[in-house]
């Protein structure tokens, strides 16, 4: 019943994306050492420049991307002691972690009731016993380390439909069993105290949920990986993995040698490693923020200050942000185009929800990429000997990508059985290779959304 992110991009994006190592989908924006403008580029807190790699070093740990995947593994590895290097193609928080909706959303993409029908009990309860540990790891870290990211705390999954919200009461049962006890169903008016909006039928609270700034949150963990001894490298991609019993790791002006790698690339990796890019696909999703609401009446949209999504299958989710602009993201764009206009697909969605808005002028909006995966369900796993890799969150990876850090370190310190319950989950190719993998895609999308309009 999870509910992902899920979409489909274009044919063109895709070979776009895997014609070089990596570009941003921001139309106008190539990779560079800048941020593609949004809100959060605009709203960051103060960060030194990283310089770019420029020597041949050593280290026990390198890891490619620095995103949450990246930062949370350099995190728990340094925590263990390990020396650790990042190369980061652009700057931290680039990708995904500093673009999303900012939501902490629990379980994954699929819910642990589709990995109970799929796996042996023993690895379906280590899975499920996981599926809340990524939002206690972040709210752990801000508070060891007081990474200012506007942290707030409780979630909402809004049913638009009676069937969804007989989901979400299969939901907090499943999610009980596996020791979620911050969830309170809400039913019609239960709902409209917690979003004003006649949209919804009911939904299902979760205090373990919550939101945050994506990229500050990522910036902050950045300056503790530094502070811990780790060292991050902007302005660095990989070109090239050597492998070998010391995998060396190339960008264009240096090299780092090491004795484990670590890809956390994502949705930005192109075809480095072309065992990851067949079994996954980089989809786009955008987002717009609206200029600052008087206080009134942001308390009147979203009076406890939760986030939201609601349950159709191509998702809405919004939040305020710490200084009251309305955060809204759901775009889909499908067909061999980059979306011209992001607030021209996303305002009517916004106003749909909240007819109240209409006078509220739109500050900014963008996109960005993340991983889908044939299953919905994250791929992690080691090829060969010594490269790691954890990727394909399929939409929902904000907490996600903080355990796949934790289990990738505890993995790399000799300890793999949570690892290895992620490694057994079967990774299957995309049908259609790179060129209908898109298309086809976008028909299953299409049948879902139907499926949504429907209410079947
Ligand atoms: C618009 C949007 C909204 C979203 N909203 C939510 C949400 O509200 N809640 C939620 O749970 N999830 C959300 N997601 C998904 C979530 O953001 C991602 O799953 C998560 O951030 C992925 O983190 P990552 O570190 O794996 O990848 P990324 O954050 O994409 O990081 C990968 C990094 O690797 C770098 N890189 C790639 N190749 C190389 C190379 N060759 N050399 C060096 N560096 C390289 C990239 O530059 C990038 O910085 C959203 C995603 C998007 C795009």
Redesign the pocket.
Known sequence: MKLA?AMACSSRDMNRLASS??KDPTPGHEMSNRYPSSYYAASTNPAPRREELTADIETDICI???????LSTALSLLEKGFRVVV????KV?????????????NSYSRDIDVIERSVPPAQAALLGHMAFEGGRIIRERVKRYDIQCDLKDGGVFAALTHRQLEHLKAQKALWERYGNTQLELLDRTAIRNVVDTDAYVGGLLDMSGGHIH?LNLALGEAAVVERLGGQIFED???LDIQRGPSPIARTAKGSVKARFMVV???????N?VPELAAKSMPCG???IATEPLDEALARSLLPQDYCVEDCNYLLD?YRLSGDRRLIY?GGVVYGARDPADIEAIIRPKMLKTFPQLKDIKIDFAW????LMTLSRLPQVGRIGDNIYYS?G?S?????F?HLAGRILAEALHGQTDRFDAFAKLPHYPFPGGQRFQAPLSALGAWYYSLRDKLGV
């Open positions: 992110f190592a990596i490619v991307g620095a995103g949450y995947t990246g190369l980061e193609a652009a928080g680039f990708g995904a972690s500093g673009r999303n909706g900012g939501q902490i959303v994506p660095s991609a990989v956390a690339g994502n949705a930005y990796l192109g480095l999703t955008q987002v989710y993201g996109t960005g990429n993340f990727q969150c939409g929902h990876g904000v907490t990508t």
